[in-house]
């Protein structure tokens, strides 16, 4: 998982509340064999109106989504987390996000930043106004800021950790390597082998 | 205090154990098929990681293998694709795989076993929730999700938090018409699919001491059914002489080492269990489903239950909606369900030992008229072996049709499916709605009851076909 330090980019405005997974991914994406390429499959209903605030040049390589309220409901599918990355954001803030979908997002790296209903309100003013306008996401300092914005965000210590260091459960898991290679050297020689090796 | 099988096999695991934190288990074995691995390999890819360990991993193919024409290129894309992607990692990462058309493909929990891979007092994961199948060898083996795949692929290990420990205890003869998977359809009924959620289950006593490997491996292919993570059987003599000069068992002095290891498994007798569960063997009866859960069964004796009689105002609507699905109305006796399809085959009636039982019946007698009979075995290493011993011979001069190792019906992935409306009797473990196909309704059975099924065309046990068999055999 790659770290999160801190983060600058164009941002999303998205104006609807209650977006559940099955709207940023429909089903029928899940037969693919891939955590990429679902890049397409983004909001793919909305995104046949071409109006749809993704569609619009303006937005075009913009890497924070600023969603409306209970962002992530529904289905617990992991796909609306990697089709949200391989689109390119690396943030999203709300007011507030669904409980598996946060805890999917984190597990691979994709920030979710929660800020009062206002404070995301205002955010919105300012990137609707001028396109170009940048949003930070400061990871380290646990701030948000953009245009006349500074407003503070908390993420319990052990995600942030997580979050900062780019540590998986793999790369945790990882960290105990000596004891994973002191329990091999112990391991019984009669124990099946697949091949020899 | 003692400890318990299940205990033991944990404790032997355990690389890494800190408070507040799930213990890190080291695995033994990690069996992989095309359908949940996809994603790992590619988590893997993108991570830049190799598999820790190629010598404890193996890959088969078989969820979306056809039955019939395998020389020929897979119709479906979407099947094609699952395994070409599985073709592709496994060479990639350097993966020994199995694929469709090689002498040791089949179903991931078939194979396992019959290579000798599976021992007592390993721990075995598998992307798939009948992992359970291999605790009849004194494993600890469980289904993970392919998040955990891609961990085992890894680092070998998982972290996870302890279950608690279950002990189901058989005593009495089992009646010879009474087969394991009876007895563990009516263990299922008796504790109910969320009965074991929680637990590892221990299936002991001196009815299950007297199974045969393949036997045990029918029950603890279906803890999974009763809702628990595991099911586990202590290695006994039987135990050893199934593993004895199979491919990748112990050779020689190693052979000696580890029995005496396997025999330290039992759990002590001082052990305690978090909760038990006794049931007597000889009171047991042949025994099918006639619902939408495997906890919907009863003696094929029986007749259809009446919704209205469960107290328990979910279960009564479980039932309602159940009988709704199936078909059926209350009071109808189980004997007069009329089938279409008979399907033998699965990780759970796939092996040799089930094909045999089905075609001991099938002997010298025919497939009803306007039924058709599916006999899919588990593996190639099954199917060889059925050859050798003629049994496709009885299959298709009954009427049956002898097919390719494979998944297959047991949950439709390939072309072999129930049109709707189209009941089966299946030796498979699940009878969920649309399982075997859109519209389809299943009947949990043994292989010896779907045999007298086919040939009477409805739900019916050995018993029922006295007077019916001609005398020709094969
Ligand atoms: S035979 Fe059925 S239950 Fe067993 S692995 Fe295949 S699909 Fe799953």
């Given at each position: 998982m790659e770290a999160f330090t801190t983060h600058t980019g164009r941002a999303v405005p998205l104006r609807r509340s209650n977006v559940d997974t099955d709207q940023i991914i429909p089903a029928h994406w899940l037969k693919k064999v891939t955590r990429d390429g679902f890049e397409d499959g983004l909001f793919e209903a909305w995104r046949k109106d071409e109006n749809f605030v993704l569609n619009r040049p303006e937005r075009k390589g913009a890497s924070v989504l600023v969603a409306g309220p209970d962002f992530g409901t529904g289905s617990s599918r992991e796909h609306a987390v990697w089709a949200l990355q391989n689109y390119g954001f690396k943030a999203v803030i709300s007011s507030r996000f669904a409980d598996i979908f946060r805890g999917n997002s984190l597990k691979n790296g994709l920030l979710t930043v929660v800020l009062d209903q206002k404070v995301v309100d205002r955010i919105w003013e300012v990137t609707e106004a001028d396109p170009t306008a940048e949003v930070t996401v400061d990871l380290e300092k646990r701030q948000v800021l953009s245009e006349g914005i500074t407003a503070d965000f908390e993420l319990d210590e052990n995600a942030r950790w997580r979050l900062l260091n780019g540590l998986d459960d793999i790369s945790l898991t990882l960290q105990n390597e000596a004891d994973i290679v002191t329990y091999e050297a112990a391991r019984p020689s009669h124990k099946p082998r697949t091949i020899d090796a | 205090m003692g400890r318990t099988l299940a205990e033991k096999v944990w404790d032997d695991h355990v690389v890494r154990r800190a408070d507040g934190e799930p213990d890190l288990l080291f695995i033994d074995l990690h069996l992989l098929h095309e359908v949940t691995s996809p994603q790992a390999f590619d988590g893997l890819r993108q991570a830049g990681r190799p598999v820790r360990r190629l010598d404890l991993t193996i890959a088969t193919e078989d969820h979306n293998t056809p039955t019939l024409d395998i020389d020929k290129p897979i119709a479906d894309p979407v099947s094609r694709a699952q395994l070409e992607t599985l073709r592709k990692n496994c060479a990639e990462f350097g993966v020994r795989l199995h694929p469709l058309g090689d002498v040791e493909q089949g179903v991931v929990h078939v194979v396992g076993p019959q290579l000798g891979l599976t021992q007592p007092g390993t721990t075995v994961v598998c992307g798939d929730s009948h992992t359970s199948t291999h605790g009849a060898f004194g494993a600890l083996a469980f289904g993970i999700g392919t998040s955990q795949v891609e961990h085992v692929l890894a680092t070998q290990t998982l972290p996870l938090a302890r279950p608690r420990t279950m002990a189901i205890t058989v005593e009495g003869e089992l009646p010879d018409s009474v087969t394991a998977k009876d007895l563990i359809l009516a263990i299922i009924a008796?504790?109910?699919?969320?009965?074991?959620?929680?637990?590892?289950?221990?299936?002991?006593?001196?009815?299950?001491?007297?199974?045969?490997?393949?036997?045990?491996?029918?029950?603890?292919?279906?803890?999974?059914?009763?809702?628990?993570?595991?099911?586990?059987?202590?290695?006994?003599?039987?135990?050893?002489?199934?593993?004895?000069?199979?491919?990748?068992?112990?050779?020689?002095?190693?052979?000696?080492?580890?029995?005496?290891?396997?025999?330290?498994?039992?759990?002590?007798?001082?052990?305690?269990?978090?909760?038990?569960?006794?049931?007597?063997?000889?009171?047991?009866?042949?025994?099918?489903?006639?619902?939408?859960?495997?906890?919907?069964?009863?003696?094929?004796?029986?007749?259809?239950?009446?919704?209205?009689?469960?107290?328990?105002?979910?279960?009564?609507?479980?039932?309602?909606?159940?009988?709704?699905?199936?078909?059926?109305?209350?009071?109808?006796?189980?004997?007069?369900?009329?089938?279409?399809?008979?399907?033998?085959?699965?990780?759970?009636?796939?092996?040799?030992?089930?094909?045999?039982?089905?075609?001991?019946?099938?002997?010298?007698?025919?497939?009803?008229?306007?039924?058709?009979?599916?006999?899919?075995?588990?593996?190639?290493?099954?199917?060889?072996?059925?050859?050798?011993?003629?049994?496709?011979?009885?299959?298709?001069?009954?009427?049956?049709?002898?097919?390719?190792?494979?998944?297959?019906?047991?949950?439709?992935?390939?072309?072999?499916?129930?049109?709707?409306?189209?009941?089966?009797?299946?030796?498979?473990?699940?009878?969920?709605?649309?399982?075997?196909?859109?519209?389809?309704?299943?009947?949990?059975?043994?292989?010896?009851?779907?045999?007298?099924?086919?040939?009477?065309?409805?739900?019916?046990?050995?018993?029922?076909?006295?007077?019916?068999?001609?005398?020709?055999?094969?």
């Open positions: - | 008796r504790i109910g699919t969320g009965g074991g959620q929680g637990y590892i289950l221990e299936y002991r006593g001196s009815a299950i001491e007297k199974l045969s490997m393949e036997a045990r491996m029918t029950i603890c292919n279906m803890s999974i059914e009763a809702g628990a993570r595991a099911g586990m059987i202590a290695p006994d003599e039987t135990t050893f002489a199934y593993l004895r000069g199979r491919d990748h068992a112990p050779q020689g002095e190693e052979w000696d080492t580890a029995v005496e290891y396997w025999k330290t498994l039992r759990t002590d007798d001082d052990a305690v269990f978090d909760a038990e569960v006794f049931i007597d063997g000889s009171e047991l009866a042949p025994f099918v489903t006639w619902g939408t859960n495997p906890g919907q069964g009863a003696p094929l004796s029986a007749n259809v239950p009446d919704p209205a009689s469960y107290e328990d105002a979910s279960e009564r609507h479980a039932a309602e909606k159940a009988l709704e699905y199936m078909g059926l109305t209350a009071g109808q006796p189980l004997r007069e369900i009329n089938v279409d399809t008979v399907f033998v085959g699965s990780c759970t009636n796939g092996r040799i030992e089930d094909l045999r039982n089905a075609a001991s019946i099938l002997d010298g007698r025919k497939v009803a008229d306007g039924v058709r009979m599916l006999v899919v075995p588990g593996s190639v290493r099954v199917a060889l072996q059925a050859v050798e011993e003629g049994l496709d011979k009885v299959f298709t001069a009954a009427g049956a049709e002898w097919r390719h190792a494979g998944c297959s019906m047991c949950l439709g992935m390939n072309p072999d499916q129930l049109a709707p409306g189209e009941r089966s009797a299946s030796t498979s473990n699940r009878n969920f709605e649309g399982r075997q196909g859109k519209g389809g309704r299943t009947h949990l059975v043994s292989p010896q009851v779907a045999a007298a099924t086919a040939v009477l065309g409805h739900l019916a046990s050995p018993a029922d076909l006295s007077d019916v068999r001609t005398p020709a055999g094969v």
